[in-house]
């Protein structure tokens, strides 16, 4: 049978072998959600920056460029970090994406043999996926700036839930996780109100941007890295 | 009001400013377990170290030496890391310990204005020190080779709990330890069967210092860092 694993924050990356692994990596609020979303809406390849100077300079080759740090659109880049902004104007574009966590954390997992693009928007595609796939599986919490979060967590918990009548577990992450799903899932809204990110969120009044990215499979795409580039 | 934080791995500690708090590890199988049984059965003091040889040459120095490495004792020490070892010929001895986790949680937490032991053992003990106490806190779980566990989020979560009248949270990690805690507090011993630890221990046959270190508050003895030894 194959494993599934959970790696809670980027900073204990190191601890996993990868090489032979299907990664997942997951940033719920909102990095991973905006990606997924602008898959669902032809985008055509995504390329993600750990800095922001590199990624704004890709607009002199053509490509949209997002930016976030620290829950906020930085000043001149023409998209911030909110799912709502990748359903429009996004058929057929080349994306360069920065972000405080998310694609820092996909920059740590180069070198998997697979990196996948997970968040609850596309839960059921990225289970079948992996299901379907040979490989074992390590998914990767963005977290908040090394920090564990409850957001990406519960979606950990969500994965090991929905494939593991296929993929087993022997990883303690994993099991914190998934009864942590457990208890949550049938308000993720309100269970979440406790979370730190959340709160901070919340401060730059972005509740429906919330409410949409704790959304089960409203996309079937599963956006993967190749050659540095998500393609879909 | 204080706050407490949860560390669930040592290789996170880079991400807490500790100079200013009290900082608790905790290492329930079995590091930790034995040094509250130590404390409560009359140890003068316990001296952590985080290699091996350094800890084996204390013996010279009138030390009683204690070895553990991957859940067995070390040949040629005095004693292993089973708590029930703890209980005989040691009123009034000096201990040089060195553990897989326990003893290297310890090393990484210097720094901080006040280290404290902590375990089930201990738990109300432990509490009542911090809510005594001035400091913000920050607990920090030894893991397994800087994998985040079971038992010692557990052990996290159970304190979070206890204390959160007096001292607030704000971080994910503890609100997961917590949940965590309140799904298995009814029956931990069968909780953590799922555990990757209790697995390897058990391959030990050791199923009864499992039992004995997931007791709650059988002693009342708070150990101190002091100049990098432990002391009561």
Redesign the interface.
């Known amino acids: 049978m194959k494993t599934i694993e959970v790696c809670?924050?980027p900073?204990?990356m190191?601890?996993y072998e990868v090489q032979d692994k299907t990664v997942v990596v997951v940033d719920i609020l909102r990095a991973t959600s905006c990606m997924v979303t602008a898959f669902a809406h032809g985008v055509d390849c995504i390329m993600p920056f750990a800095d922001l100077e590199s990624c704004r300079g890709m607009n002199k080759q053509g490509y949209t460029t997002s930016g976030e740090r620290n829950g906020e659109k930085v000043e001149g880049f023409d998209k911030g970090n909110s799912p709502f902004e990748y359903m429009e104007e996004i058929r057929g574009k080349k994306v360069a994406f920065t972000t405080t966590n998310g694609t820092q954390a996909i920059g740590k997992s180069i070198g998997a043999m697979d990196v996948v693009i997970g968040a609850f928007l596309n839960l059921t595609a990225v289970s079948k996926y992996l299901v379907d796939g040979t490989n074992n599986v390590l998914v990767v919490c963005a977290g908040?700036?090394?920090?564990?979060?409850?957001e990406d967590?519960l979606f950990a918990g969500a994965l090991v839930a929905k494939v593991q009548e296929h993929i087993g577990t022997?990883?303690?992450?994993a099991?914190?996780a998934r009864?942590?799903y457990d208890?949550a899932k049938g308000d993720m809204a309100g269970f979440l109100k406790?979370?730190?990110?959340i709160?901070r969120l919340n401060r730059l009044g972005i509740h429906e941007d919330i409410v949409f990215c704790l959304t089960e499979d409203k996309y079937d795409v599963v956006p993967r890295l190749r050659d540095g580039i998500l393609c879909c």
Chains 1, 2 share one sequence.
């Open positions: 809670l924050s900073d204990l190191h601890l908040w700036k090394g920090k564990v979060n409850l967590t022997d990883c303690d992450a099991i914190t009864h942590l208890i406790q979370a730190s990110h709160k």
